[in-house]
């Protein structure tokens, strides 16, 4: 199987959704659905591909605003989400008081779940729980790359600062769920983080979170101010 991953984004947030698809099958999944949804209509249209499912790593608004137009453009495609935040898609329930948006209702939703496998199409992703950033955040791991929605930002680990969301939780995820991954998945190029400037190619994206947290965790100590912070967090987890 030959796995080709394209990200648009989008202007305002600079948040990116990614398109995954098996160039074999030409099967293919959205991953979060951005502010500009008409960018991804457009590759998906170039690609020739069939979209079987839209996978949400959680329901910040920045990466579900795109879903009303994506799925008018698609058609009725399941809608992937952690059941955390299940209510903010199927309801339409704002996740942060701080941004009380509502998205409309969506019907076709399913469930992604810690440790079962998501399949859709020819494309299987493992799914890790990794809440924190918001409840019921997810990384997708689908070979060799990982999506680690907000858990993780670009050269940074995620916000946490929200009134849902747990600082503790979101480095105990990324500490039991991400570090523990095997080493050489824990590669800058596999890291497909959601905010980065400008619309990039996975393998023009690198990000060097995972490889710094290693650094900074490794018995040899840390270094840095950044990595010293980390370690004093990691230590209270
Ligand atoms: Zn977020
Ligand atoms: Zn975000």
Redesign the pocket.
Known sequence: MSIRITATADRR?G?NSYLVEDEDTKDAVVIDANFEPEQMVRLIRERGVTVRAILLT?T?V??VAGLAELLQSLGPVPVAVHDAERAVILEGKPLRSEFAIATPPIGNVVSLEEGKPFQAGSLEFEVLHTPGHSPGGVTLRIGDALFT??ALFAGSVGRSDFRNSDGRALLHGIKTRLLTLPEELQQEEHVCS??LSGSKRLDQSPDRLLVYLKTALSPNGPSGPLAHYLVAIFELC
């Open positions: 947030y948040t959680h910040d920045d990466h929605g907000d959601v905010h």
